[in-house]
């Protein structure tokens, strides 16, 4: 079936620090990836986003990268700040192509 | 822009009772879908609207429903409450019609069902 999962559900690091947050997917022909970034108490918020024939995008201190050998997803977050502590997501298109399926979210604490 | 909107925020219900939550999205956006979050489901697809008709939708039973209107504004309705549909739930909106595509999310509805 379809799925989309993270490694990690928690990940701590400190001020200053890059942080790589990982996601395996299922589904070797979805063809979208997109992140979210989701604080307390408020709805997610898109981070980045990329197609399948891309390996690498690169935005304002975040990178996601795509390998699609090993179906894996992961965003780089380059000098994380606090207000970088939130829940992240990965999610894909599923095989229709009509909704997005999330995997379980990773806890990001930044401590300074 | 104004984001995407969420009414009520919160909302109490007992089991068995019905209700409804509403959304606004973004002006312009014509599709709206909605997800239900669990900490232990995390995000689920529930369905997705657009020019008032029900396009996709997702693995929940019957009780769970929803329509758009003419204005793009939608709601949902849960009949028959049960203790497992607490949950949050989100309404997000894109420009470009497409359910697997960026979704601008409201800040959901918190439904707690005692």
């Known amino acids: 079936g379809e799925s989309v999962g993270l490694h990690l559900p928690t990940l701590s690091v400190q001020e200053g620090d890059n942080s790589i947050i990982n996601c395996a997917y299922s589904?070797?022909?979805?063809?979208?990836f997109i992140w979210y970034k989701q604080e307390s108490g408020k709805g997610p918020q898109f981070i980045i986003d990329i197609r399948s024939n891309m390996d690498k995008r690169q935005g304002q201190r975040v990178t996601v990268l795509l390998n699609k050998t090993v179906k894996h997803l992961s965003l780089q977050i380059a000098a994380t700040q606090p207000g970088d502590s939130a829940v992240y997501f990965c999610?894909?298109?599923?095989?229709?192509?009509?909704?997005?399926?999330f995997g379980k979210g990773t806890t990001l604490s930044v401590s300074s | 822009k104004a984001g995407v909107t969420q009414t009520p925020r919160y909302l109490i219900k007992t089991r068995g009772q019905q209700v409804t939550l509403s959304c606004s999205p973004i002006?312009?956006?014509?599709?709206v879908s909605w997800y239900q979050q669990t900490p232990g489901q995390g995000l689920q697809f529930l369905f997705e609207y657009f020019s008032e008709t029900q396009r996709n939708k997702g693995n929940f039973p019957g009780r769970f429903s929803g329509r758009q209107f003419s204005n793009s504004r939608s709601e949902m309705n849960v009949s028959t409450l049960e203790l497992g549909d607490s949950a949050l739930y989100l309404c997000a909106s894109n420009p470009s019609g497409q359910g697997a595509s960026e979704q601008f999310f409201g800040p959901g509805t918190r439904l707690t069902v005692l």
């Open positions: 002006s312009g956006h014509r599709s």
């Open positions: 999610a894909e298109a599923n095989q229709a192509g009509t909704a997005l399926i």
């Open positions: 589904n070797s022909a979805s063809d979208y």
